[in-house]
């Protein structure tokens, strides 16, 4: 019985090590910056639904233009193009300040860029 | 039970490392095959399934076969193979698993292959061999591990064993039923798109199965001094010899039909395997090779049950040689060459291919000492 | 807005799967104008006319520099949407000691036929591939494991697959098509991206000799439909029942 509490402190004490670093060093409260457009005021859905479910609507833009061939895409804040490149990085043009910021604090890695072009980098190339 | 495998001779756990870094080094590869791609593999353009499909489909064959000892024995009640019985039901799963694992080495990207779970095509071959297959591996470690804990536990096995196993028997079938589907469906593959592919692999399949069987239980006398009866393995011999003169009938009726039919797209397939073409005769020696050689081995089973041990083991041993070249290999890349285009390229696979290859061939043979090791330790601590 | 308001929304718009593709085909209402009269895509190729310039490759360059197909070094790593072959070995039935000589310098350019009844779509398992309602066997490349079981199934070797990843082996990207990731099979797409733009297909536009015809076969009235009543045409392979849409004029 001692044997397992013993135990049972000691793996709490070293899960809860990181967050007790991050208190002590200050980096609790630290919240992943992004550079939204400045001219835009709203995506092509309201600002909640993109920033929760950015990754569902993305999804369901893809399945309507490969599988669907519906390459419009109509809301309440108009008309778009259903085009990762063109309408997304059309407005969102760095997606170092965009994207990535919010990825790669969640360790979240989507394989779009893996055949979508990012403009910039295309023609650095 | 289990621990029982972990439990043994210096030998033994000299098999397992052995097995081990095999298996390691396979992994190793396939780490560097899914950086690069598939690149890496002989695989191209012309011959775009290689000897990880070729694997697939030789092991979908031993899987089903362990159906040639549960057959007698629970539909008529031939006692005898209650020892084997077991053996033949492990010999499936770890087959079951190895055919998975050169499924999933194929893949181009194996991070999606639960896509097939998530838009199942019934249209598709592969979906019904991911079917069978997974339900096959469930039911041979359902029926293998709890007939063989009521042996243990010296009671009756569980009542529901039986209808499992009555259904296990036409599932087995299935098995290689639905992976000649994969190729005879195809119209594109003459070579493929023959309604006797699929008794042709069942008859190869009850001839290798068994082979790998006879072979398995002369090595666990020799290594762990767990006899099988003389019997059972002159059974087992005498299923494998007719089930290699109905391969070899079939294999001369495919060929028959092909040359004196005449039909260009057809017979290019079986010159190029058998007579090669100028530049690329790479597939001559294995395609005569397998056919000498199931003759051979054809002739040595009917002549063994007068001699010794060591004739059955060489004939099992040729056996499992020439069916594997025959439907593994030749099979798959002959059906790629000649290309729609008449070309007739080749195919050599790369020394990450072969380690991957031998890793999976590792890891099924980890699953396979384990689970035998198990049995054979139950019976001698009896 | 409060939350629950938010949930609603999202639901709405985000998250169920069917009711959020019906609305978004109720939304575009151009498609379903569309949907009303099907299209069958084809193509017609004038060997007459394609003979004319010996080495000509305009077709094949435009359609792989708009697409980002790679160009791999290495024969067994090729990828190829549009590809020219030698007469004999694309009809290989068709073929007989005279024609042989006849046609000795004859290049037939090939591409996906976009079957009728394409064996590559049945045997998908994920169903990566399908044929569009105009006919068109599309590609998810998204949705693709890499299996080459369509590769296998495919009479004419349309399909290519992806052995490395492509990107280090286009010369120029065009930054408004996508590239392909290693691991996936990717072939000729009739231009589907253009031709929804009222445009025609790359090769089309890029033949200098207005070799390449493209048009609509349930249009009696559209230049292929009047073209294959007039001229004698052939199919790559007919007796396997696929039914090409791409047909060769003499």
């Known amino acids: 019985m001692k044997k397992i509490i013993l135990g049972l402190i000691l793996f709490l004490l070293v899960a809860f090590l990181p967050l007790g670093y991050n208190i002590y060093t200050g980096k609790k409260a630290y919240i992943p910056v992004i550079k939204a457009p400045e001219d835009k005021k709203e995506c092509v859905e309201n600002v909640f639904i993109m920033r929760k479910r950015h990754n569902i609507v993305l999804e369901k833009w893809r399945d309507a233009s490969v599988r669907h061939g519906i390459k419009k895409y109509v809301s309440l804040n108009g008309t778009y193009k259903i085009s990762l490149t063109g309408t997304c990085l059309g407005c969102h043009s760095d997606k170092t300040q965009f994207c990535d910021r919010c990825h790669d604090y969640a360790g979240v890695k989507p394989r779009c860029w893996d055949c979508h072009n990012i403009p910039d980098k295309v023609a650095e190339k | 039970m289990i621990e029982k495998a972990f439990k043994g001779t210096i030998g033994y756990w000299l098999w397992l490392c052995f097995l081990s870094a095999l298996a390691l080094a396979g992994f190793i590869s396939y780490l560097r095959q899914l950086d690069i791609g598939l690149g890496i593999t002989g695989m191209g353009r012309d011959v775009s399934w290689g000897l990880y499909i070729a694997n697939f489909t030789f092991f979908v064959g031993i899987a089903a076969s362990s ?19 077991i053996l033949g039901e492990f010999l499936a799963v770890s087959s079951v698993v190895v055919t998975i694992l050169f499924i999933l080495v194929d893949l181009g990207v194996p991070s999606r292959v639960l896509n097939v779970l998530i838009y199942p095509s019934p249209s598709s071959l592969l979906f019904w061999d991911m079917v069978v297959l997974t339900g096959y591996l469930i039911l041979n470690i359902v029926i293998g591990w709890w007939s063989f804990d009521a042996k243990v536990k010296e009671i009756e096995p569980p009542i529901w064993i039986k209808p499992l196993v009555y259904i296990s028997i036409p599932w087995a079938i299935s098995i290689h039923t639905v992976t000649a589907f994969i190729y005879s469906g195809l119209s594109a593959k003459p070579l493929w798109h023959t309604a006797l592919l699929a008794p042709r692999f069942l008859a190869s399949a009850f001839a290798s199965g068994p082979s790998v069987l006879i072979v398995l239980c002369f090595i666990i006398r020799r290594w762990f001094g767990f006899n099988i009866e003389r019997d059972v393995i002159k059974k087992i011999a005498i299923i494998v010899t007719y089930a290699l003169s109905i391969h070899i009938f079939f294999m001369l009726a495919e060929i028959y039909t092909v040359l004196y039919s005449d039909l260009p797209s057809h017979k290019s397939h079986f010159e190029f395997l058998f007579l090669g073409v100028p530049g690329n005769r790479f597939l001559i ?3 005569w090779g397998s056919t000498v050689g199931a003759i ?8 063994s049950h007068k001699k010794n041990d060591s004739l059955v083991i060489f004939a099992s041993i040729i056996t499992v040689v020439s069916i594997w070249l025959e439907k593994g290999f030749c099979l798959i890349i002959g059906g790629f060459v000649p290309t729609p285009f008449e070309e007739y390229p080749k195919y050599v696979p790369t020394i990450f291919e072969l380690f991957i290859t031998l890793g999976i061939y590792a890891a099924g043979g980890l699953i396979l000492t384990i689970l035998y090791k198990t049995v054979v330790s139950f019976r001698q601590s009896k | 807005m409060n939350r629950r308001d938010f949930l609603k929304i999202t639901g709405i718009l985000a998250i169920g799967a069917a009711s959020h593709q019906t609305a978004m085909i109720l939304l575009s209402s151009e498609v379903k104008g569309d949907q009303a009269k099907k299209k069958r895509w084809a193509m017609a190729i004038s060997f007459s006319a394609c003979v004319k310039r010996e080495g000509c490759r305009d077709c094949i360059d435009n359609c792989h520099l708009i697409h980002n197909v790679p160009e791999f070094t290495d024969n067994k790593d090729k990828i190829q949407w549009i590809w020219s072959s030698h007469y004999e070995s694309v009809f290989g039935e068709q073929t007989n000691m005279f024609t042989k000589g006849m046609l000795k310098n004859l290049s037939v350019l090939c591409l996906c036929n976009h079957c009728e009844n394409p064996p590559c779509v049945k045997v998908c398992p994920t ?33 290519s697959f992806n052995w490395k990843d492509p990107k280090p082996f286009i010369k120029e990207i065009n930054r408004d098509f996508p590239t392909r990731a290693k691991g996936v099979v990717e072939k000729c797409n009739f231009c589907e991206e253009r031709i929804t733009q009222g445009l025609l297909p790359a090769c089309v536009e890029a033949c200098p000799e207005k070799a390449l015809t493209f048009g609509d076969l349930n249009d009696p009235e559209s230049d292929i439909s009047r073209l294959l009543k007039t001229r004698f045409s052939i199919q790559r392979k007919p007796h396997l029942g696929t039914d090409p849409k791409v047909f060769y004029l003499f």
Do not use: S
């Not at chain 3, 990566?128 to 070797?157: E, F, Q, S, V």
């Open chain 2, 67 to 85: 159906v040639v000892v549960v057959l007698p024995y629970y539909l008529h009640d031939y006692k005898k193979f209650g020892d084997i019985i």
């Open chain 3, 127 to 159: 169903k990566a591939t399908w044929k569009n309602k105009d006919g068109i066997i599309m590609i998810d490349y998204h949705r693709c494991i890499g299996c080459r079981y369509c590769m296998a199934a495919c009479p004419y070797d349309a399909r």
């Open chain 2, 285 to 287: 020696p294995w395609t």
């Open chain 2, 296 to 303: 051979i081995a054809f002739v040595l089973f009917l002549i």
